[in-house]
Each structure stands twice: as C-alpha cells, then as structure tokens.
C-alpha cells in the first residue's frame, strides 16, 4: 500500500473521541496533565519538567505538540458517562516519514483519573488505524527505560520489545533518558487490533 500523509480528522470511539489538537485544548487539558504523576513517568522530561503555572504548561504544550510539520497531535475527550465531555489526555502520531513508511506514536499523557480505564486502549486502537489505514507500515512507541508502568502497558497492546537507546535524550532535570523502543508491524496490526477490542469489552468505563 503506497503511504498518503493523512489529514488529521476526529476519531470516534465508543468511550472516548481522538480529536486534532488545536490551540483551544490547551488550557482545558491543564488540569488533566499538570499533575506529579503525570510527569513522574517522564513525560515532559520528568518530575523536574512540570509547569508551576497553567499559563506555563499552556506555552510548553504550544511548543510540544502544535505547529510540527512531522506531527499530527490529538486530545482525548470522553464520551458519556459522568465525565461527558471532559478532555483527559493528549496524544501523537509524529515522526511522520512517508518514504519510509514509519512514524511513532507517542506525546502521550492521560489524566490519572482515568489510569487503568478503557481510554489508554481505545486511543491506541483509533490512532494505530488511522496509521496502518493511511499505509503506514512500522508505528514505534516508546518509553523513559525506568517508566515500568508505561513500559507494561505498551507490552500489553501486543507491541515488540526492540532494545533501549542509551542515553537518548536529556530529561528536565538534566540527567540522562535511557529510551525503551517498542514497535507493530503492519503484518502484525490484525492479531494486535483484535486483542484491543478483547480488552474494550472488559476494560471499565473512565
């Protein structure tokens, strides 16, 4: 299948929306992500990456997500339920490389209100189709090697174990982020979207 750059569109799940990441997100997700547990598992370089202000986080989510021409960010809003409509994590598919079919999925955060839920699993799902739909053929995702929550959780959406890449990049605080580098294949996209569905007959609702 010959890979065509998508345009980012609105994703509709069952419990939760994937949709473009604009400007008007920003501040609604502070309260979600601008938390110490979120950032302790290394997302925003870590604990020492964490905005004191929301007017803070908002410039540094600016910076992060919008106005990549290799990225195509998203936020996640849940669907029905009592939290109808609240935004509760942020998303990427980035890295975008046509030529050779690859990109990553990553920027990922969700509020830990919902930690555990049907929203890690669904996003997954509606963002690996959108990806392996559009003829991508390789999706990575990746982790902060000391992250064994998130590591755990990519192991668990079928992903393959490729190796770490020492000393890949710089965290908040200045020390070194040893990078655990998972990956799904197009040819394995089939056995690993039918065990997401499994898992959202049974996963709770946020």
């Known amino acids: 299948m010959t890979v065509t750059r998508p345009l980012p569109r609105i994703l509709q799940g069952t419990h939760i929306s994937v949709e473009p990441m604009t400007e008007a997100h920003l501040a609604a997700l502070w309260p979600a992500l601008a938390v110490p547990e979120v950032f302790a598992g290394g997302y925003g370089g870590g604990p020492a990456g964490l905005p004191a202000t929301e007017e803070a986080f908002v410039e540094w989510m600016r910076g992060t997500y919008l106005g990549h021409p290799d990225r195509f960010p998203f936020a996640v809003r849940l669907n029905g339920?009592?939290?109808?409509?609240?935004?509760?994590?942020?998303?990427?598919?980035?890295?975008?490389?046509?030529?050779?079919?690859?990109?990553?999925?990553?920027?990922?955060?969700?509020?830990?209100?919902?930690?555990?839920?049907?929203?890690?699993?669904?996003?997954?799902?509606?963002?690996?189709?959108?990806?392996?739909?559009?003829?991508?053929?390789?999706?990575?995702?990746?982790?902060?090697a000391i992250?064994?929550?998130?590591?755990?959780?990519?192991?668990?959406?079928?992903?393959?174990?490729?190796?770490?890449?020492?000393?890949?990049?710089?965290?908040?605080?200045?020390?070194?982020?040893?990078?655990?580098?998972?990956?799904?294949?197009?040819?394995?996209?089939p056995a690993v979207k039918a065990g997401l569905l499994a898992r959202l007959e049974q996963e709770p609702r946020a």
């Open 81 to 144: 339920g009592s939290g109808n409509g609240r935004l509760v994590g942020a998303s990427t598919l980035g890295d975008l490389d046509e030529t050779n079919a690859n990109l990553q999925l990553g920027w990922t955060a969700y509020d830990p209100k919902v930690w555990g839920s049907a929203v890690n699993p669904e996003t997954k799902l509606l963002l690996l189709e959108f990806a392996f739909d559009s003829g991508y053929n390789r999706v990575t995702i990746q982790a902060d």
């Open 147 to 189: 992250n064994d929550r998130s590591r755990a959780a990519i192991l668990k959406l079928g992903a393959t174990f490729e190796g770490i890449q020492r000393k890949h990049r710089i965290r908040a605080d200045g020390s070194w982020r040893d990078t655990a580098v998972y990956s799904i294949l197009d040819t394995e996209w």
